[in-house]
């Protein structure tokens, strides 16, 4: 009787024994060791289990065992810390990594650029050359239901796309682009902002617009933003070249006489005052000039052409600015 109990508890541990290397032999050889496979790129779904995850990852030859990583997420503990998205994953690492990998989030993404001064539809370019979504269908959000991002803002979004580099989740909607590029605007505006600015809150956009695509040299944001607060003082147009040059909905190096005489209250060389909202998406920069600017009495500015360096000179008056477009403009 002993003996057959003896033999049975040899069988038994052997059984076990046996399993337990199966198990870590799974659990810790690489389905492709020897790294002949591309890296396959795996969706989780939400709410995914661990079969049906293991699943997942046995089917695209990434594991060797659906059963076994299974009992490795439970015994690690680890049934519900796996994350969502989209990873790229390669079977030449083990089920152990794989895990590590899907419990951190390291979920695959899409690394955009976007910068300073581009309008909406520049914006959408971008978005579609990346294929984060369709241009046209996140130009129709950002044109028309601003106000759904926050009260506080216009339903049109240009001025509102804060210009940075983002890492968006590999599968984004217009929606969730807009915002997060919002939420990023208002995390770098609102401590910006104060009651000692010049101009109210969507004022200060579009000022900071005017700012972003007029000036190159860095130095020289506060001060044309001072010029434009001085003329809008005089009660004089802002003659700004930039907003015709989005009214014509193109960049031109030279406006010609035409081109001033456009019609559209984007046009400041006929209607006064700012324009009736931003003309790009400003930087951070452009903004904190539009929140303090510098106090001159310039009320003019012309393209040095002698440095080529897009700096400008300023003027105090018509006489002064007259003089400098005869000695600096070619």
Not at 200 to 228: D, F, K, M, N
Request: charged letters at 25%; one cysteine or more; glycine letters at 8%.
């Amino acid at each position: 009787m002993l003996l057959r109990l003896f033999r049975l508890g040899c069988l038994a541990f052997l059984i076990c024994a046996g399993f337990a290397f199966y198990f870590l032999h799974t659990a810790l050889t690489p389905a492709d060791p020897d790294g002949v496979r591309q890296a396959a790129v795996v969706e989780i779904p939400q709410g995914a289990t661990a079969a049906g995850i293991g699943e997942i990852l046995e089917t695209k030859g990434l594991i060797r065992s659906a059963l076994a990583f299974r009992i490795l997420v439970r015994f690690g503990g680890q049934e519900g810390a796996i994350r969502a998205g989209h990873y790229t994953l390669s079977a030449s690492e083990n089920p152990v990594r794989i895990l590590d990998h899907l419990v951190k989030g390291d979920t695959l993404q899409r690394r955009v650029t976007f910068p300073e001064g581009l309008t909406l539809a520049e914006v959408a370019e971008i978005l579609e050359r990346h294929e984060v979504c369709p241009a046209q269908e996140f130009l129709e959000l950002a044109r028309t239901r601003g106000r759904d991002f926050d009260p506080g803002f216009p339903e049109n979004l240009e001025g509102y796309l804060f210009p940075d580099t983002y890492d968006l989740p590999w599968e984004c909607s217009a929606t969730e682009v807009l915002r997060i590029m919002t939420s990023r605007f208002q995390e770098v505006f609102n401590p910006l902002f104060s009651e000692k600015a010049p101009l109210g809150r969507i004022e200060t956009v579009i000022l900071a617009s005017l700012v972003e695509r007029e000036a190159q040299v860095h130095s020289e944001r506060p001060v044309i933003a001072g010029v434009y607060l001085n003329r809008l003082a005089e009660g004089m147009l802002l003659q700004c070249d930039a907003t015709v040059q989005y009214a014509l909905g193109r960049q031109k190096a030279i406006l010609t006489h035409r081109d001033l005489e456009i019609e559209s209250p984007y046009n400041t060389y006929r209607h006064p005052g700012l324009p009736p909202g931003p003309i790009c998406n400003p930087g951070r920069a452009a903004l904190e000039a539009a929140i303090r600017p510098e106090r001159t009495e310039y009320l003019f500015y012309v393209r040095n052409d002698v440095k080529g360096d897009g700096s400008h000179v300023f003027s105090r008056n018509y006489t002064e600015h007259q003089q400098s477009i005869d000695r600096y403009q070619r």
